[in-house]
């Protein structure tokens, strides 16, 4: 029995550290004749994680997720089930000495993020005009045995409309602000840009 017991509680404790937790990306900027910005869909995302179990500050840093494409799923025991498949995932790290991998799925779907993420307000959306200056969720990352914590902009992930209706795809914000100028409009342009994962 105790043998049992305590297969069971090494198996709570398994799952417990590889619960499913979700990531909210938010993003600020200060808006100069920007009408809209949003997440280019399928693009890659530049990321830093770390183990949160790691008294070491284990931490893989500067990895490219790319949002269109899975990973190939590996088998992994479960004592209570035998051979199960990994959730899907976009990104997948071994730690030292963890008997499975630490994953992440990037959320897109409309259904996913309202079933994974309860309160309304930390679901990603577009920013507007009337966000200039506040953080605004812009991306869920459901992360399961790691957790994000720097973001690093790589020049292919945004999308930023115009005051006028000019649509910029793809636009760069690696330097830390953008800026374009119309003729007829004038500049169009994000500034002191700040990131966080909440």
Not at 82 to 90: L, M, N, Q, R, S
Not at 106 to 114: G, P, S
């Amino acid at each position: 029995k105790s043998s049992n017991c305590q297969v069971c509680i090494h198996s709570f404790i398994q799952r417990c550290k590889f619960a499913m937790v979700v990531f909210v990306l938010y993003m600020k900027a200060d808006l100069e004749g920007v009408a809209s910005v949003g997440v280019v869909p399928g693009a890659n995302f530049c990321i830093s994680v770390k183990n949160p179990l790691s008294p070491e500050d284990e931490v893989r840093e500067n990895v490219v997720i790319d949002s269109s494409e899975l990973e190939e799923r590996e088998a992994v025991r479960n004592s209570l089930r035998g051979i199960d498949k990994e959730p899907p995932c976009h990104f997948a790290v071994k730690w030292e000495g963890s008997p499975m991998r630490s994953t992440i799925q990037v959320l897109t779907t409309d259904d996913d993020l309202k079933k994974k993420i309860k309160n309304a307000s930390r679901i990603p959306r577009t920013i507007t005009s009337e966000d200039n200056g506040n953080f605004v969720p812009i991306l869920a990352l459901e992360c399961q045995g790691l957790e994000p914590y720097n973001f690093h902009p790589i020049g292919s992930e945004f999308v930023v409309t115009s005051n006028s209706g000019e649509k910029f795809e793809k636009v760069d914000l690696s330097e830390g602000a953008w800026n374009e100028y119309e003729l007829g409009s004038g500049s169009t342009s994000l500034s002191n840009l700040e990131w966080k994962f909440v």
